[in-house]
């Protein structure tokens, strides 16, 4: 009998290890729905995985299972659509209509990241004793102590869930938001006196508190956004518990629109939900969530089991930032300590020594302005949608340490830095040089982006670099950030009633109807994608900082400049790009720039009054294109004919005022 039963373990044991070796697919539905997402055939799939195209039907039937060594390489296609289309706001199915299909395919990973798991990710207080969730959900929550309240907000009686939005990542933390009330009974101050810092004094009872039941505060201390933990321990786990303490600006009016702080609790829980489902539950300002969301979608470790030890390792997760880089010399901000070693602190660096790769701020000289456009009788302003998340598609940016090279070959498909003189490229001056952020021509050698120098190419430039800083280890780290903001801001502009299916006149009288105080998570959103980039060269901050010291945000392994300036750089080219493209065919040429924001006059007021199209009347194919989607553009502003050269002549951009107001006021 005791052999018999041996060898039915045995029997037990080798099935487990044969379905533990099996590579896990998600489930037929949702392979069907990541090949439709990524635009790809039935048969380009049979093609790359060598089988008949009938036998990937059969996969994502369900009729049957690929087995090895195909299943393998199927799981790993299926992997990687998974992280570029997971299932959001847009694609998840309706609440309600889910079949049993549909269910397997939303369980599928990464998780969905609506409806809300538990209670939500987040709650409001009220100052009542109430926390307030979406759906109209009120909590009792305790009211003596902030280490009481955190209790409750990591216990089950607040059911508190952020799930991960990758399989390697972590579930997020509970958000408490603090409203002035609630912040009082906590026995918080309603501002703080430190206003340079922005941060609780260090003898306040409420840190002594914490302290004493062993919570611990970050590096930042106890301010807008204190994130308050213990150290994960195999018994308990991960403890951590952020706030956002409204009453100390912890929504940026600049971001979140200028009353979205003062919003009654359960319409703030609704609208902080909505951005959390879509976009990631907040963890500091838009810019932090735009920086945080890129490690929630890349994570840059995964466990794996060592064969030797047979024990659970922490592994790197490929094409993933996974540790800090030093930036090559001309990446490197002027207070960088390898900017520091190379020059004195007053030394202004010139092109040949930094990499200046940033947004267009240009305009043309009115002398240049034509007999016929100063008769056309309006300017007007056409802004490109999510430019920087546009430009972030299908980027390869660089993933591990520069190497340098002398005398290099120019390699279009390479991110780096490249040294090059472009001052001899012959440009019309009535367009901005696509190499320069004031559009001025260049006068000489100087430090490049791969995506302009690839422009340079494309415009027939002969590129011959003198010198390069290249990272070979590259891959398109910012796909998946592109996808989940991309998709974030379509369901958003949804809700406000603008969709893709609209017509461009239908889409510019929608745009135009869009109600002012309800575009508070649209507005977050957009100060994400460009508070994210922004992030990544994150320049050192507080009075005690002292010039070529590193400051804290250099360990990060998002602290990377050059891929804000590859992000940025291809933001420019493209914009050049239809800018060239309306000039060639249409003969029309911009009077300014900001930006992703361009100036045309017009003989009327609408984009559509000189926007050139074709016969058929379609948009002019590679030029701008009215619509919703990032990259297409919208109307952002007209003013008088005379307003705008009089702008131009006081050397004003006209760009930064279209609206009425200045641009950068709203974060635009």
């Known amino acids: 009998m005791e052999n018999e039963q041996q060898s039915l373990f045995a029997a037990v044991d080798a099935l487990l290890e044969e379905a533990a070796a099996q590579d896990p697919l998600p489930h037929p539905d949702e392979r069907k ?72 395919a939303v369980n599928a990973k990464p998780r969905p990241t609506t409806p809300p798991e538990g209670h939500g990710p987040l709650v409001v ?9 979406a759906g109209g959900l009120v909590l009792d929550h305790p009211t003596t102590t902030l280490p009481a309240l955190i209790a409750w907000a990591l216990g089950p009686d607040a059911d508190l869930r952020s799930p991960r939005l990758h399989r390697n990542g972590k579930d997020g933390d509970p958000l408490l938001v603090l409203t002035a009330a609630a912040t009082e009974a906590l026995g918080l101050p309603l501002v703080l006196e430190d206003r340079r810092a922005l941060r609780l004094p260090d003898g306040h009872p409420t840190l002594k508190q914490l302290a004493k039941s062993k919570w611990q505060l970050t590096r930042r201390g106890f301010g807008p956004w204190p994130r308050i933990y213990r150290p994960a321990t195999p018994t308990t ?32 829980a609704e609208l902080l939900t909505t951005y959390a489902a879509r976009v990631l539950t907040p963890r500091g300002s838009t810019a932090v969530t735009g920086l945080e969301l890129m490690t929630a979608l890349r994570p840059p470790t995964r466990a794996a089991r060592n064969p030797q030890t047979n024990t659970w390792e922490s592994a790197p997760v490929a094409g993933s930032l996974v540790r800090p880089v030093d930036p090559a010399p001309p990446e490197a901000p002027d207070e960088h300590p390898v900017v520091a070693a190379l020059y004195p602190r007053a030394h202004q660096r010139t092109p040949d020594q930094v990499l200046d790769e940033e947004a267009y701020d240009w305009i043309r000289d009115p002398e240049l302005l034509s007999d016929a456009e100063c008769t056309r009788t309006h300017a007007v302003g056409i802004d490109v949608n999510m430019a920087f998340a546009a430009a972030a598609n299908r980027l390869a940016v660089g993933l591990g340490p520069a190497v340098h090279a002398s005398r290099p070959r120019f390699d279009p498909k ?21 190499f320069t952020p004031h559009g001025k021509p260049p006068t000489g050698p100087a430090w490049y982006a791969t995506p302009t120098l690839a422009y340079a190419l494309e415009l027939g430039h002969p590129v011959e670099p003198a010198e390069a800083w290249l990272r070979p280890d590259n891959g398109p780290y910012l796909d998946a950030w592109y996808t989940r903001l991309r998709d974030a801001y379509v369901a958003t502009m949804a809700d406000l009633g603008v969709t893709p299916a609209l017509s461009e006149p239908e889409f ?29 060269r994150e320049r050192p901050q507080g009075a005690g900082y002292r010039h070529g010291e590193p400051w804290p945000a250099l360990e990060r392994p998002t602290w990377r400049p ?14 050049h790009r239809k800018m060239l493209k309306l000039a060639t065919v249409a003969g029309e040429y911009p009077i300014a720039v900001l930006s992703d924001c361009a100036v045309y006059l017009s003989d009327g007021p609408s984009p559509l009054d000189f926007l050139p199209h074709t016969p058929e009347d379609k948009p002019l194919p590679g030029g701008f294109r009215l619509g919703v989607s990032p990259g297409m553009v919208k109307h952002e502003g007209t003013q008088p004919l005379l307003w705008a050269v009089q702008m131009l002549d006081e050397g004003l951009n006209p760009a930064r005022h279209i609206k009425g107001h200045d641009a950068a006021a709203d974060g635009e």
């Open 33 to 104: 729905r990541l090949r439709e997402a990524a635009g790809l055939s039935q048969d380009q799939i049979a093609k790359a995985l060598s089988v008949r195209r009938e036998t990937v039907t059969s996969w994502e039937t369900g009729r049957t299972a690929p087995r090895p060594p195909k299943r393998a390489a199927y799981a790993r296609l299926l992997e990687g659509l998974t992280t570029l289309h997971p299932i959001n706001a847009v694609n998840a199915p309706k609440p309600g209509t889910l079949t049993v299909n549909a269910v397997n």
């Open 414 to 434: 390479t991110p780096g830095c490249w040294l090059a003189d472009l001052s001899a490229l012959d440009l019309d001056p009535r367009l901005p040089s696509p």
């Open 562 to 575: 050059d891929i804000r300036a590859a992000v940025i750089s291809t933001a420019r080219v493209n914009m």
């Open 237 to 268: 786990g991960r403890q951590c518990v952020q706030l956002a303490v409204l009453p100390w600006g912890a929504l940026d009016p600049r971001a979140w629109g200028e009353y979205t702080a003062e919003l009654p609790a359960p319409e703030l």
């Open 125 to 133: 207080l009220d100052g009542t004793g109430h926390a307030h969730a």
């Open 508 to 536: 510019l009288t929608a745009m135009a109807a869009l109600p002012s105080g309800n575009k508070q998570v649209l507005s977050a959103i957009k100060s994400t994608v460009k508070g994210g980039i922004g992030k990544l």
